[in-house]
């Protein structure tokens, strides 16, 4: 089998080195603008268009858990991806440990204060803050999914509520679940009360902007929100006039509609926004690699494989 690996700013070596490791029998090879030769299957971040147009493809695995870039060039022009293969994304391969991290220790943060004790620093301010009660201080996850579950569930052990919204129904021991449409009845009742917002929702048309100026006003006074999804879910002017007045207490960004962050964006000089380079989960190469391997291997042998996109719905 012919496999073409693509992944800009990485050890490609290292990647191609792992893949022949686990797929011995497999013919591969780093593509190249240009490379027109047939391949079976595409191991690829962010493509450019021409190497959907590579022959014979069976299917195309991309290297993180949000499919938007690749669903961009197909949404921009119809008919890009092949419509023989099938676009299957990573299924957690060791971030949903990351996330789970990240969004504790942003979540613990504003539950104790750091992030005011970091500012009363910054003036030499000896104050001693109320803490939050715990009681009160929802957490509420935004996708249910991969990721969303377990960040979820890790919040829930820090001893704070937790609910998560999702499009369709779920039951999850420990967590209210909400389901419907965003901007929906059950979207502001999940709302209702939510002191944190987390956002683990993939980037689609339907959830774009969805971190907007309707969607705080509907949290409690000096809430907290937690983007961790995609840039493009964020309405960036919405987020700095609710921190100016008083609607949102402080925000946590590890995803730019402009990455990387220009140097003269406002979030920079935002002291309330705390900012990450899109780092809260990344792609581990060995955990990517055997995943994808035991999942091509799986369609070699005629096999079914989990963590099919469904290219329509955008995720
Ligand atoms: P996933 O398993 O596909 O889960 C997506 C969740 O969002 C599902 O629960 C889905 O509902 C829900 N959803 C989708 N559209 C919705 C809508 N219109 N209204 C309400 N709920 C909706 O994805 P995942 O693996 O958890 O990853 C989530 C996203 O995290 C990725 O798409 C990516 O953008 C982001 N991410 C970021 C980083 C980083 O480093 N910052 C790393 C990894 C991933 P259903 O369950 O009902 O389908
Ligand atoms: C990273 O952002 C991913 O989608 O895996």
Known sequence: MKIIFWFPQTDASAWLHGLAHALPDAELREWQPGDTAPADYAVVWHPPRELFGVPGLRAIFNLGAGVDAILAHERERPGTLPGTAMLVRLEDSGMG???????????????????????????????????????????????????????????ASLGVPVRGFSRSAKTIEGIETFSGELHGPQFDAFLDGVKVLVNLLPATPDTEGVLNARTFSRLPRGAYVVNVARGT?????????????????????????????????PFWREPRITITPHSSALTLRDEAISQVADKIGALARGETVSGIVHVGRGY
Do not use: C, I, N
Request: hydrophobic fraction near 45%.
């Open 97 to 155: 440990r990351q996330m789970s991290e990240y969004v504790q220790h942003a979540v613990l943060r504003y539950l104790r204060r750091f992030d005011d004790y970091a500012l009363a620093q910054a003036h030499r301010e000896w104050h001693v803050l109320a803490p939050h009660p715990h009681e009160t201080f929802t957490v509420g996850v935004l996708g249910l999914g991969v990721l969303g579950a377990q960040v979820a569930h890790a919040v």
């Open 233 to 265: 879910h964020l309405a960036e002017q919405d987020l700095l006039d609710a921190l100016a007045d008083g609607t949102l207490a402080a925000a946590t960004l590890d995803v730019f509609r402009e990455e990387p962050l220009p140097p003269d964006h």
